[in-house]
């Protein structure tokens, strides 16, 4: 199933097959099928839960840090609209660095500078739980997700 980011043609599709059953240009049909929206990943059918909860969830729990940015912001006196741009380009731009083989919390280690405000904020997320609110949040999603599909 596809997400919401197929109205962009940027939704990742995650499909399963059976080897036994699909041949290779079956394959490559549904892969082309699914990729008209976006990208199609075919996953092993054992991770189909946790990578559909990925998949299906991720967007809506980085919008949800997405909003409380904003909320900064407009509680500092940047207009919404104004502080969206700023909040989504600058986002884009660091996840754009992703895919080229960077991980995660070297850029974000990189991006926290001795003495700075990223440091500071980062120490704030740790200390609140943040990163475990977001695992745990997946955990979860994955435990339903797997009730959903017996």
Known sequence: MPNMAAKIRQAVTLYTVSEASFS???KD???WVFSQVGEAQQIPETNFDI?????GCAGSLLLLAV?????????EGVKRPEATKMVVSSAIGML??????NHPSVLRENIASPGGCSIRALLELEKLGVRSAYT???LT????SKGLSK
């Open 24 to 26: 290779d240009k079956n």
């Open 29 to 31: 049909l549904t892969a």
């Open 51 to 55: 990578s559909a909860v990925l998949v």
């Open 67 to 75: 909003d409380g940015l904003l909320d900064a912001a407009v509680a």
């Open 96 to 101: 754009g660095l992703v895919p080229a083989g």
């Open 136 to 138: 745990t949040a997946i």
């Open 141 to 144: 999603a994955a435990e339903k």
